[in-house]
């Protein structure tokens, strides 16, 4: 099977094609609030690269969050119109895990960290287990200084994941025992995306495309702004 993979949960946008194989091309692009205009080329680049054609897509996979509230909404958005039109079912995968899951192989805990805006920050903690790595906190919102209390509560080291582990580097990594992985893992990977995908495909954890929810752990900035003008 086929799997195209749409990620746009971050300031970074990017998509890929693969199955069995492995992946077959992709591309990111990290061209800010421009997530609409980037999708639909990068889609057709990677079908071109990949030399295959949009009808042959098996399972479409996205990116569900936590993320930027637009992104998040171009993404998921054209994947259930993509998966409705081709008749095929959908994968959602997490933000979060997708920046967990390049960095698996380490045998520290992994602290995932989506830069929210407004000086917040989602995170989630992972540990390494056999053939990837293990969620073993659910998905938070919070402040920098939060994220860092709980890590300084923690025993053992950690390394971090995210580009809101890059944006706050200053507060979150001057503790012992914390590490900052490379910027060049700072945003999800529709890699990883197609990768864990096509897991999820083998034992058949695919959705219908109405099935599939953002999760925003927090009202979208618009709402938080109307309700701050009507004293909410």
């Not at 995968?93 to 960290?113: E, Y």
């Not at 580097?169 to 990883?192: K, N, T, V």
Request: proline share 5%.
């Amino acid at each position: 099977m086929l799997i195209l993979g749409l990620e746009s949960a971050t300031a970074q946008v990017g998509c890929a094609i693969g199955g069995h194989e492995g992946v077959l091309a992709s591309a990111h692009s990290a061209r800010s609030k421009r997530h609409a205009e980037n999708l639909t080329p990068a889609i057709e680049f990677v079908c071109h690269q990949a030399r295959v054609e949009l009808a042959e897509i098996g399972c479409v996979a996205v990116d569900h969050g936590p993320g930027l509230f637009t992104g998040l909404r171009v993404g998921v958005a054209s994947g259930k119109a993509i998966a409705q039109a081709l008749r095929v079912p959908m994968i959602a995968v997490s933000s979060l895990d997708l920046l967990a899951f390049p960095v698996r192989f380490s045998n520290r805990r992994i602290a995932a960290v989506v830069d929210a805006r407004r000086s917040e920050v989602f995170w989630a903690f992972y540990r390494q287990v056999p053939g990837g790595v293990q969620r073993i906190t659910e998905p938070t919102v919070g402040s920098p200084d939060d994220l860092s209390a709980e890590l300084l509560a923690l025993p053992g080291d950690t390394l971090m994941v995210g580009d809101g582990a890059v944006r706050y580097a200053d507060q979150l990594s001057d503790q012992p025992g914390i590490e900052l992985a490379g910027a060049d893992l700072a945003h999800p990977s529709a890699d990883s995306l197609v990768q864990l995908a096509h897991a999820r495909a083998l034992r058949e954890e695919w959705v219908r495309p109405d099935e599939v929810e953002l999760l925003y752990l927090r009202k979208p900035d618009a709402e938080i702004n109307w309700s701050t003008r009507e004293g909410v």
